[in-house]
């Protein structure tokens, strides 16, 4: 069995929306829940986030869009530009907690504290740019832990799965010419689904030619096509680049049930996606690998394809 | 259209004129006389269609061909009959010029003759790209309607009342009589609860696992 660290903070649930909206704290309470009852919470090796780290933060985004955001959260500004992306008084803060949650997870395992982390955290970070947040996102958390990671750690190579239903477009846009971090996205095709980017030609710029890959997917495929995608662009990509660490962006919003787009995989599925990317990096990272959640909005999918997730990355 | 344009002299030889196209990096070149006015349009292809009676002369080296192009004045070889757009047309009348009349560009000419832009089919995709909001970050919602007035505006009242603003609109035709379909972007992640309420308006929403890419 793995030694699998867990980030997550109570503060998590401050940021909260002021009118309804599908990215809400009780996403994480359920989540928390579910794991109490199926008698997981007690294995695994609990860490307390901290709030990022100013150069770590600074490592991903400019000063001037995160004071535009604390000053916004300290006017109590509704939204950002971006009008799905609401926020309050603590979402500054909290923002860099939950970028805090994919640090605090990924020292664990950098450390050999944990064989592998799991962090349920929020705001999730995947569409913020360097210069924007959008898409419900604040901070880009999985770009923040792995400049972390190859600042503080040494880490060299970094390979960042994203099968959050949507595309990630702010992790792409951070790591578009960086050859050091892989970013591989699995998503809805772009022509149908949020924000519209990650056509399969886009592969990078410059010295990162070569270090994106984009799967898209056709609006009604399930559990066979990805599987076909992992074994034929997931596979060969990371056996090429030799990552030391695979970070995931872990959204569960292609479940069937989940409302915000037409994918349709099932609890089965997220079993095989978690297996594939945890077999890989036992096998080229020496088993070092990252969970960060990102979206996932059908509380009842949501909390079962965790506890399958959390299984699977402790490998019983 | 594009305002700065490469223009080449009838007198000019075919060397300078591919020389100058290669600069610009396009494909075809309007041929301006000493006033301006365009006197006709020369293609990469014509150029290549220049050269190639020679290339089939035995003994035809690379420095014939280029002595060739430089003897051999633009005049001698653009198309003089050239499709143009006015100053007054609109992005309409130049696909549909270019469609009609299989050409890849349109000089611009205002009403002296004097050729003041360009337009290529580039031109044309860019503004289509432009005009569908692709590359906008946004969520594409499609609804079928019937053909009927006020459908559009009502879809985008719905839509309003969310505080999303629409990026692009795109409405057509739809296989079944008696209906159309409208393509809207709008900008934001948070589409369930707008598709919900134009279902609850009475529309059906497409879904797109029923149409292939
Ligand atoms: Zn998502």
Request: glycine share 10%; proline share 5%; hydrophobic share 40%.
């Given at each position: ?42 294995r695994l ?72 982390a ?101 609006p ?14 997931l ?12 970070l ?14 037409d ?27 990252v ?12 909390t079962?394809?965790i506890?399958?997730h ?5 490998g019983? | ?5 490469v ?19 396009v ?20 150029i ?24 051999t ?11 143009t ?14 469609h ?14 004097k ?18 909001g ?14 009927k ?33 409208n ?13 919900k ?17």
């Amino acid at each position: 069995m793995k030694r699998l660290a867990f980030a997550y903070h109570p503060d998590y649930l401050l940021h909260a929306p002021p009118f309804e909206h599908p990215e809400s704290p009780e996403r994480l309470l359920a989540i928390v829940e579910r794991l109490r009852t199926a008698g997981l919470l007690d294995r695994l090796i609990p860490v307390t986030p901290d709030y990022a780290a100013e150069e770590d933060i600074l490592a991903v985004h400019g000063r001037e869009y995160l004071e535009k955001l604390e000053s916004a959260c300290r006017r109590g500004d509704l939204t950002l530009d971006a009008e799905d992306t609401y926020l309050n008084r603590h979402s500054y803060n909290v923002a860099l907690l939950s970028a805090g949650g994919a640090v605090a997870g990924s020292k664990a395992v950098a450390e050999g504290a944990a064989d592998r982390a799991f962090c349920a955290i929020r705001p999730p970070g995947h569409h913020a740019g360097r210069e924007a947040g959008m898409g419900f996102c604040l901070m880009n958390n999985v770009a923040v832990a792995a400049k972390y990671l190859q600042a503080r750690h040494g880490v060299g190579k970094v390979f960042i799965v994203d099968w959050d239903v949507h595309h990630g477009n702010g992790t792409q846009s951070v790591f578009l010419e960086d050859p050091s971090v892989f970013f591989f996205s699995v998503h809805e095709h772009p022509t149908f689904l949020y924000p519209g980017t990650g056509r399969r030609w886009e592969i990078g710029k410059g010295k990162g030619e070569g270090t994106t890959l984009n799967a898209p997917m056709a609006p009604g495929a399930g559990d066979d096509e990805y599987r076909l995608t992992f074994e034929e662009m997931l596979t060969p990509a990371v056996e090429r680049f030799r990552p030391e660490i695979i970070l995931v962006s872990a959204g569960f919003d292609a479940h069937r049930d989940d409302p915000l787009a037409d994918i349709q995989l099932s609890d089965e599925g997220f079993r095989f996606l978690t297996r594939r990317v945890a077999e890989l990096s036992d096998a080229y990272c020496g088993g070092r690998m990252v969970a960060v959640l990102e979206g996932g909005y059908e509380i009842g999918s949501l909390t079962s394809c965790i506890e399958i997730h959390i299984r699977e990355l402790l490998g019983e | 259209m594009q305002r700065n344009i490469v223009t080449v002299a009838p007198s000019a030889s075919l060397f300078e004129a591919r020389d100058r196209m290669r600069e610009g990096n396009v494909r075809q070149i309007p041929v301006t006389g000493g006033d301006g006015r365009l006197a006709g349009i020369l293609s990469d292809r014509d150029i290549r269609g220049a050269v190639l009676p020679g290339g089939l002369v035995p003994g035809f080296s690379a420095e014939d061909a280029e002595k060739f192009l430089k003897d051999t004045p633009v005049g001698k070889v653009m198309t003089r009959k050239v499709i143009t757009a006015t100053l007054s047309d609109t992005l309409e009348d130049a696909i549909v010029l270019m469609h009609d009349f299989k050409v890849n560009a349109l000089p611009v000419v205002d009403r002296d003759g004097k050729v003041v832009g360009i337009i290529s089919r580039t031109n044309v995709l860019e503004a289509f790209i432009d005009v569908l909001g692709i590359g906008e970050v946004s969520s594409r919602i499609e609804v079928i309607v019937p053909d009927k007035p006020g459908t559009l505006a009502q879809l985008a009242a719905i839509i309003s009342s969310f505080h999303v603003n629409i990026t692009s609109v795109l409405a057509t035709g739809h296989v079944e009589a008696g209906k159309r379909a409208n393509f809207f972007r709008i900008a934001t992640l948070n589409v369930a609860p707008i598709k919900k309420a134009i279902e609850e308006a009475g529309f059906e929403i497409l879904d797109p696992s029923r149409y292939t890419l």
